[in-house]
């Protein structure tokens, strides 16, 4: 297992992989990540925010997962984690646990907390958040773009 910043030619794999998931769990839909306009080149939309990154997860050459931190309301100096997402191939091998490490530490150079969002049916992914300390939340935090999500959380950084 190789986890490196996303790379230019990663962008078609890394798309495929989201969206499959997506697809597999009913959630090919408008308001999630599915039809974000920046998956079809996450290297750029990464690379021009400040204080942002994208990272993939390699095994045996071939891209499998993904995680990104994004500002999400810089002024209280909150992020977002973003796009956590392996293939199913790789499930339930430490890949996500790997890239939740990788990410949450990038972040606590330049946040305070931590947001993200997600759907309770993802019971694997909530329980994950929540062994990262992720607290839930009753409601999204202003600012949400993902109207179809139904859970959402908070972790300090500090």
Not at 104 to 124: G, M, N
């Amino acid at each position: 297992m190789i986890i490196r910043e996303i790379k230019q030619e990663d962008n078609a794999q890394i798309k495929k992989i989201i969206q499959d998931s997506l697809k597999s769990l009913g959630l090919a839909i408008h308001s999630t990540a599915y039809f974000d306009p920046q998956l079809n080149d996450l290297h750029q939309y990464y690379t021009e925010l400040k204080h942002a990154n994208y990272w993939v997860v390699e095994m045996e050459g071939e891209v499998v997962g993904g995680i990104g931190i994004a500002p999400f309301n810089e002024h209280d100096h909150v992020c977002e984690l973003q796009k956590l997402y392996v293939s199913p191939k790789t499930q339930g091998l430490g890949f996500a646990r790997n890239l939740m490490e990788t990410a949450l530490s990038f972040a606590s150079k330049h946040y305070s907390k931590c947001y993200l969002e997600t759907q309770h049916e993802l019971t694997a992914a909530c329980i994950l958040y929540k062994k990262f300390g992720f607290s839930l939340l009753d409601e999204p935090l202003s600012g949400s773009d993902h109207s179809a999500m139904n859970a959402w959380y908070i972790r300090d950084l500090n």
